[in-house]
Structures are given as C-alpha cells and as structure tokens.
C-alpha cells in the first residue's frame, strides 16, 4: 500500500512495516519472522535491494516490530531508543517486574538476535530528516518518528487505528498506561501539524491525522 509515491506500507499484519524513500531508504519496523519473505519483497517490488536500506527505524522492542531484523539480510544501523534498544541484540533483557516485560522475554525465546548495530536515539535527535520524539508507556523505549517533509508521524503502538480513528494501545499491553496516556498527550502538544498518521496496529489515518491525534489527547 503507497501511502503516497514515497511512503508504503511492506506490511499490514499483525503488526505494521513502513518503507520511506525520501533519497534515503528507511524501514520503520520489522514485523514479525514470519514477514522477512514479505519485507523483502516488497523492497525488491519498489526497484530496491534490501542491502540498499539505508537505516531502521524502530518505535519499540516487541515480538511484532523486530521479529524480521535476523533474517531479512540488512546492512543498516537499528535506531531504537533506550532501554529497547538493548533488547534488540540480546545485551539486556526486559524486567520481571511486569507483565510487559514478562511477555518480552517469553516472546523472545522464538526470536534471532541480529548482528546489526544499534544505536540509541534520544528524544528531539534528527535522524535524516526525520525527528524522534519519546513517548514511553507502551514500553519504556517508545518512540515516534515525524517526517515534517512527508507530513507523516510514524506512530507505533503509542496508539492504534480502529474505525479510521485513534485509540490508546490497550492498557493490559503496556508497561505503564498512564505514562502511555500522558505520552499521548505530550506527542500531541509537541508535534506540528501532519496529515499522515502511521500506527503499528490497523491503517493509516490519511488525513488530519495530528488533530485525530489532539482529540484523542483531549478525551485522556
């Protein structure tokens, strides 16, 4: 699915996968194992290899998002904030001390670990020309990504799409809802305005997506 003649959606289940072609290739999300053959093609449908991706991009550390990095034969840096991006490689491990954190390390046990170099983002930083923006709660490495250029916000699961509108993730899947609320919130106060809202779960919001976003915030 081209979210317009840049931006596409590799893949749309369970979890998504973003491809961004702005001059430089940058996935946003892995999915899970199971959608390496996916990944791949989709990249090689668009006129790319997958050794030409420039950078990853992940919102957050679980089973669904990171899943492909092993297997699709990447030569990029992961960019994940902290402390998720620990996670990605196997140099830490989620905390007992939840049942986010629990259900981590139990999915991780059907995962590879890549040999891919992470790198930690911080909130504010420019990676190309997109901007990270912290929003912890789902875990405690959430980050969302905006492409200002594109008019996009690659959302993760800070919130999911249901009914062409915006939902908090449901609380059970978070680390911490409340800070996931109040990271909602924060994201919507700080971010400019963006058309294009990519979620990790459901589709797209291809218009107004920033004021999907404010009322949602508005009704926490």
């Known amino acids: 699915m081209a979210l317009d003649s840049r931006v596409y959606r590799l893949v749309d289940g369970p979890a998504n996968v973003y491809l961004v072609d702005d001059g430089e290739l940058t996935l946003v999300d892995a999915g899970v194992p199971g959608d390496a053959k996916a990944i791949r093609d989709g990249i090689r449908a668009l006129g790319h290899a997958v050794v030409d991706v420039d950078r990853v991009l992940l919102t957050h550390y679980d089973y669904d998002h990171v899943g492909a990095l092993a297997s699709l034969g990447l030569d990029a840096p992961v960019h994940a904030g902290d402390p998720d991006g620990t ?16 259900t981590q390390r139990v999915m991780a ?20 020309d997109f901007r990270a923006y912290h929003t912890p709660g789902h875990t405690a490495g959430h980050m969302a990504y905006l492409h200002e250029d594109l008019d996009i916000a690659f959302l993760g699961d800070c919130v999911r799409e249901t009914e062409s509108t915006l939902q908090p993730m449901t609380g059970w899947l978070c680390a911490d809802a409340e800070r996931n609320h109040e990271s909602i919130k924060d994201l919507s106060a700080r971010t400019p305005t963006f058309d294009y809202g990519a979620p990790g779960h459901g589709d797209p919001i291809t218009a107004g997506a920033s004021a999907v976003l404010r009322r949602v915030a508005a009704g926490l």
């Open 109 to 128: 046990r059907n995962l590879d670990f890549p040999d891919l170099t992470t790198v930690p983002v911080a909130d504010g930083e420019e990676i190309g």
């Open 87 to 102: 996670y990605v490689t196997g140099a830490a491990k989620p905390p007992r001390s939840n049942l986010k954190g629990l």
